[in-house]
């Protein structure tokens, strides 16, 4: 008798000592604001645009339409660039992240200046599929891109 009092006493002590590992309930969060919800395990597309010698690369980035989408643009140059996307944006929620600097107009995102050795992330979910052009719009540059909606 005295090998199963000393296992039950073992349980009882671990079980004081660690609550929530003898349980066999699931654990739940403390602050239910914390819990995931079925939105945040759709995982976010990243598409990653270098810009280098004055073009984009790639120039054709594709994203797929309804899915969250980050897209991270990296100016390995050392003079400005500009990311500007014409009407694809409006009416669009969007965050811009990193140091370049946002314009935003009536209609809402209009282009990220982005410096030298500078990089932008925008944060978005596109719906409607298409292509849509991007263009630097910096004086002499001529760089341009399409952005295409799968």
């Known amino acids: 008798m005295r090998p199963a009092l000393f296992i ?67 100016n390995q140059d050392a003079e400005l660039h500009v990311f500007m996307p014409g009407t694809l944006f409006n009416g669009i929620s969007l965050s811009v992240e990193g140091n370049g600097a946002p314009e935003f107009g009536e209609q809402g995102f209009r282009k990220v200046i982005i410096p030298g050795d500078g990089m932008a992330e925008l944060r978005f979910t596109l719906e409607q599929p298409g292509r849509y052009p991007f263009i630097c719009d910096m004086p002499g540059h001529e760089m341009r891109g399409t952005l295409v909606v799968e």
């Open 8 to 74: 039950t006493g073992l349980l009882i002590v671990t079980a004081l000592v660690w609550p929530g590992r003898v349980s066999a309930e699931p654990s739940v969060p403390a602050d239910p604001a914390q819990a995931l919800s079925a939105n945040d395990l759709v995982l976010e597309e990243e598409v990653l645009v270098r810009i280098r010698d004055r073009k984009f690369m790639p120039s054709t980035v594709r994203v797929h339409a309804g899915r969250k989408t980050k897209l991270v643009f990296k």
